[in-house]
């Protein structure tokens, strides 16, 4: 994997056997590494911050209830990936998932922010109401090609579709985003 | 942000880097702690019952239908006798079928 979590092969190894063994504090530290990224992949699915680190949550507790039965020879960003995607939609079958809107501008905030502040905010904004547009395999496929690292084929295999789909998948995600970006009063313009 | 033509398809670090912030949440070390909280410590009472669960109801199993074998034959049994003794208190003669049937109730 070409992923963006750059941990030594031999220390995460150790650490996946120590938890293996039933070492809480080893399983920790992973927690600790993985964090980030579980939680990104939950948010793009779920959107919601609350829901999306419950998934989370229940991901790491998933993970380490099946931690033995993980192939310490393999790398564990793929694996907990998988786990976090499953965990993310199994919460949204489970309960009516708050609904989100994307973030707003905030006039107010605006109001009393400097100028590069106020591009800021409105470049955010532009890019969440974008993110927020895309249908889910897209958000999902780019977060995991741009953001982790992963290479088309990688993420083929993690949502369980062909590369070429991705390909087709990360192309349409990133056109819309730059369009978003670009065009700020007329966003679908260069679709 | 780069503005790459439409058809590439190496990475933008530019749009990864705006993604990684929109998708990025606070504060890991608290969320660390509450999935830590959340472990069970060492084996708990429903790992040992999840680990015999398999094993224990296939016994209980197994014993529920030694059982129901047991008092279906043992009713079979008397049910088969029962009308011997009722002939026999009438002071009836047993018909062939009858008197088979008892016989067979009792050797079973």
New interface residues.
Partial sequence: MSGAVRIPAESEAELVRRAQAGDREAFGELVVRHAPMVRRLARAILRDPEDADDAAQDAFFSAWLAIDRFDAGQKLAPWLARIAMNAAKDLRRRRAVRATEPLDAGAALMRGSTRAEADDLLLRTRLAEAIAALPERQRVAILLYEVEGYAHAEVGTLLGIPEGTVRSDVFHARRALRAALREPEGRDDDR | ?T??E??D?G??PA??E????????AD??A??A???A??PQ?ASLWDVLARWARPGIAAAVLIAAALGYWTVARETAQSAAEPTGELAAAGRSMDTEALMGAVLGRSR
């Fill in positions: 942000m503005i790459g439409p058809f398809s990475r933008d749009l990864g705006l993604l990684r912030r929109h998708f990025e949440a890991h070390d969320f660390a509450l999935v830590m959340r472990l060492g």
